[in-house]
């Protein structure tokens, strides 16, 4: 099973600022199967990146994922309001899928 | 537009069973993997179970392995999970996901709140 932790687990930033998440794999992650999703307090999670660096469908430009092999980061290049939330990595190239343990991005 | 609406959870005492249904529209549920995945009140989120689209390939978290059974009726457009031996470390909002191995999940239902409790 491949184990992803993130970090750090909290991130306490202003809007208008970077946000730089990790997202580190127990082993490779091949086909560049993964993914970031993001959840806000009292609904479902949502995808955000999808294959590393791709965005799924309505996110906008700010976010933007990169990495390979076994390290991943998540940038929000200038945080808007409604981004402070919970974000998890996630790994599909194999059974089990598995999940990061997440990072929680607040407001400072 | 893709729809996934689960339903069935509810407060059940320790040991009870419950049966958690999602049902699926707008893409064809046959073809693709779909899975289970919890979260409890202020943890992060938990694969528990997956089925491939034709239903012959399931697995399990080893936390559930035994006691749960998922499952799909590709008519009904409707994934299912029989959830037997519940302990009260199941409780959490239990959501269905469009996905699996080589497609992220990019859909997910509103989540349905199983309560194991005495």
């Known amino acids: 099973e491949i184990v992803l932790t993130q970090s750090p687990g909290t991130l306490s930033l202003s809007a208008g600022e970077r946000a730089t998440l990790s997202c580190r794999a127990s082993?490779?992650?091949?086909?560049?199967?993964l993914a970031w999703y993001h959840q806000k307090p009292g609904q479902a999670p949502r995808l955000l990146i999808y294959g590393v660096s791709r965005r799924a469908t309505g996110i906008p430009d700010r976010f933007s994922g990169s990495g390979s092999g076994t390290d991943f980061t998540l940038t929000i290049s200038r945080l808007e309001p409604e981004d402070f939330a919970v974000y998890y990595c996630q790994q599909y190239c194999n059974a089990p899928l598995t999940f990061g343990g997440g990072t929680k991005v607040e407001i400072k | 537009e893709v729809q996934l609406l689960e339903s069935g959870g509810a407060l059940v005492q320790p040991g009870g069973s419950l049966r958690l249904s999602c049902a699926a529209s707008g893409f064809t549920f046959s073809s693709i993997s779909m899975y289970w995945v919890r979260q409890a009140p202020g943890k992060g989120l938990e694969r528990v179970s997956g089925i491939t689209g034709n239903g012959v390939d399931t697995n399990y978290a080893d936390s559930v392995q035994g006691r749960f059974t998922i499952s799909r009726d590709n008519f009904k457009n409707t994934l299912y999970l029989q959830m037997n031996s519940l302990r009260v470390e199941d409780t959490a909002m239990y959501y269905c996901?469009?996905?699996?191995?080589?497609?992220?999940?990019?859909?997910w239902g509103q989540g349905t709140l199983v309560t194991v409790s005495s």
């Open positions: 996901a469009k996905g699996g191995v080589e497609v992220p999940f990019d859909q």
């Open positions: 082993q490779t992650i091949t086909g560049n199967y």
